[in-house]
């Protein structure tokens, strides 16, 4: 049973950073695309950033130079450094992944989220 386990959520002030953390378990994620999606109340869900099997990045425009998304293999983690934080980042985050597609839209499995709220 797959399972994705998001942490490092919290509240940060504008320009701050951040870091959040994703468990994965239950397949062998590397062969995966993985990656963090985002939603606001009222707004709609928002890719952030995912990475392929192959380590290729795709990265929302609005986070670019700002957010770093790695992968620890060994430890079958996936973290999301942010950096200089804006109010606007505002949002549950989500950890998703698929074993065949590489889309925000077309992400199979989810974790429950963490919330990051950032303050001006």
């Known amino acids: 049973q797959v399972q994705l386990v998001e942490s490092g959520g919290g509240s940060v002030q504008a320009g701050g950073p951040l870091r959040l953390s994703c468990a994965v378990s239950?397949?062998?994620?590397?062969?995966?695309?993985i990656g963090w999606v985002r939603q606001s109340p009222g707004k709609e869900r928002e890719g952030v950033v995912l990475?392929?099997?192959?380590?290729?990045?795709r990265y929302t425009d609005s986070v670019k130079g700002r957010f770093t998304i790695s992968k620890d293999n060994a430890k079958n983690i996936l973290y999301l450094q942010m950096n200089s934080l804006k109010p606007e980042d505002t949002a549950m985050y989500y950890c998703?992944?698929?074993?065949?597609?590489?889309?925000?839209?077309?992400?199979?499995?989810w974790g429950q989220g963490t919330q990051v709220t950032v303050s001006s």
């Open positions: 998703a992944a698929d074993p065949i597609f590489c889309s925000w839209s077309d992400f199979r499995d």
């Open positions: 239950g397949y062998t994620y590397t062969r995966y695309c």
């Open positions: 990475i392929n099997s192959r380590g290729s990045t």
